[in-house]
């Protein structure tokens, strides 16, 4: 069974910076492209960046309200990937979920999704 | 970049048909893939590459497209189909990705 589990999450202020995890465990990580989508309070979905598996270049690409900002990256020897946020806006609050998009899976984005991580930005 | 739109809300009987709508998107058109979320939970996909229905999926969830507009119909809907449903899409350069506004689905 494929689990995806966030942790790292909390409150700080604003020009903060933080690090999430996503611990991922019954998939194959290395060959995953993984994602991160987060969801402010009461809003809707947002996709927050991937990054590519090593074989295919493990590129990164962002949203534009993030770039520069937050930075993606991957070890595949602890089957862990990363999400590192800084210069924080109170807009950045919200639940920030991993996903994971395997080859052959049905989504093309999104096959599996943690339960996601609270992040709160205020002052 | 580019924006899905879909209705704030529908709001549908037990047992009659609830239609989402999604437009926008990149051009050339790219799959459109459907999530359904519900309060305090991960979203689960429910439609793929516009039309295909995942497995563990009730039939009553179809999904087709036409034009610029891709809809996602739910048949004979339950009370346990209430939720928040999102389209979701990317660029054909495969850097962007891009969710739906949400619609809110109320079984009245």
């Known amino acids: 069974e494929v689990q995806l589990v966030e942790s790292g999450g909390g409150l700080l202020k604003p020009g903060g910076s933080l690090r999430l995890s996503c611990a991922a465990s019954?998939?194959?990580?290395?060959?995953?492209?993984m994602s991160w989508v987060r969801q402010a309070p009461g809003k809707g979905l947002e996709w927050v960046g991937r990054i590519k598996s090593k074989a295919a270049g493990g590129t990164t690409d962002y949203a534009a309200p993030v770039k520069g900002r937050f930075t993606i990256s991957r070890d595949d020897s602890k089957d862990t990937l990363y999400l590192e946020m800084n210069s924080l806006k109170t807009d950045d609050s919200a639940v920030y979920f991993c996903?994971?998009?395997?080859?052959?899976?049905?989504?093309?984005?999104?096959?599996?999704w943690g339960q996601g991580t609270l992040v709160t930005v205020s002052s | 970049s580019y924006e899905l739109t879909q209705p704030p809300s529908v709001s549908v009987s037990p047992g009659q048909t609830a239609r989402i709508t999604c437009s926008g998107g990149a051009s050339p058109k790219q799959f459109t893939y459907w999530y359904q979320q519900k309060p305090g939970q991960a979203p689960v996909l429910v439609i793929y590459?516009?039309?295909e229905r995942p497995s563990g999926i009730p039939e009553r969830f179809s999904g087709s497209s036409s034009g610029t507009t891709v809809t996602l119909t739910i048949s004979a809907v339950q009370a346990e189909d209430e939720a928040d449903y999102y389209c979701?899409?990317?660029?054909?350069?495969?850097?962007?990705?891009?969710f739906g506004t949400g619609t809110k689905v109320t079984v009245l």
């Open positions: 979701q899409s990317g660029d054909s350069s495969g850097t962007s990705y891009v």
């Open positions: 996903s994971a998009d395997l080859p052959g899976g049905i989504s093309d984005y999104f096959d599996y």
């Open positions: 590459k516009d039309s």
């Open positions: 019954g998939l194959t990580f290395s060959y995953a492209w």
